[in-house]
Nanobody, 118 residues
Framework: QVHLVESGGGLVQAGGSLRLSCAAS??????MGWWRQAPGKEREYVSG????????YYHDSVEGRFTISKDVAKNEMYLQMTDLKPADTAVYYC?????????????WGQGTQVTVSS
């Protein structure tokens, strides 16, 4: 599995910004993404980025506010979050998919807490 380490979470007021980072090491991967899970809710796929081509995905709830990016040379992924809302409060997880055969994301980070106060 890919070893993933997130950083950049914290407490911010509504309307503020945060930037999450995810550093990857280990086997190669084809896709990285950000997921989040709020208390009492299911885990939600927030954004994803292909590692070999310029293809990104955003959940409708973050489209236009969040920007995903990557640094292939550093094996790092980022999530710039702006205009944050209390509904964005969750633990954010970095994830990677190592191959098409894997079928889904198969490596996960430990998570970083994002708290947005109203």
């Amino acid at each position: 599995q890919v070893h993933l380490v997130e950083s950049g979470g914290g407490l911010v007021q509504a309307g503020g910004s945060l930037r999450l980072s995810c550093a990857a090491s280990g086997p190669p991967f084809i896709l990285m993404g950000w997921w989040r899970q709020a208390p009492g809710k299911e885990r939600e796929y927030v954004s994803g980025i292909s590692w070999s081509v310029d293809s990104v995905y955003y959940h409708d709830s973050v489209e236009g506010r969040f920007t995903i990016s990557k640094d292939v040379a550093k094996n790092e992924m980022y999530l710039q979050m702006t205009d944050l809302k209390p509904a964005d409060t969750a633990v954010y997880y970095c994830a990677a998919r190592t191959s098409i055969a894997a079928g889904d994301f198969d490596s996960w980070g430990q998570g970083t807490q994002v708290t947005v106060s109203s």
